[in-house]
């Protein structure tokens, strides 16, 4: 009977552990949270919970479609254009929009510190 026990506790312990596993960090949740919010505000512990569900739920959502686009074309290799493209076909475009801009700036920003580091001053509309 503790043999049972043992391994019921055991699996409880797995099963919270994947859990955990699967959210985003509550403190960082509550930190964006509390961006939005005036300074006094305050924010309960099951709000936080409840976000730290639904954005964590959101992002599988979203990651799950990208990543299912990119079995079908034999890549293994999820990148920042099947995000958008998976946002896009899901129906949100509202958020797809802002993050192409995002992304197409950061790789702006990427060629420019690696011709920096490079010792060299090519920018990306330069090569084009």
């Known amino acids: 009977m503790?043999?049972?026990m043992g391994a019921s506790a055991s699996n409880e312990d797995n099963y919270m552990i994947n859990e955990q596993e699967r959210l985003l960090p509550i403190a960082n949740v509550g930190r964006i949270m509390k961006q939005?919010?005036?300074?006094?505000?305050?924010?309960?512990?099951?709000?936080?919970?409840?976000?730290?569900?639904?954005?964590?739920?959101?992002?599988?959502?979203?990651?799950?479609?990208?990543?299912?686009?990119?079995?079908k074309?034999?890549?293994?290799?999820?990148?920042?254009d099947d995000v958008c493209w998976a946002l896009e076909t899901l129906g949100f475009d509202d958020y797809a929009g802002p993050i192409k801009r995002f992304l197409h700036r950061y790789r702006e920003l990427e060629v420019d510190r690696a011709n920096q580091?490079?010792?060299?001053?090519?920018?990306?509309?330069d090569l084009e």
């Open 2 to 4: 503790v043999d049972n």
């Open 36 to 71: 939005i919010l005036p300074p006094n505000a305050k924010i309960s512990k099951e709000a936080k919970e409840t976000m730290q569900e639904c954005v964590s739920e959101f992002i599988s959502f979203v990651t799950c479609e990208a990543s299912e686009k990119c079995r």
């Open 73 to 80: 074309e034999r890549r293994k290799t999820v990148n920042g």
């Open 117 to 125: 580091e490079n010792g060299r001053n090519i920018r990306p509309k």
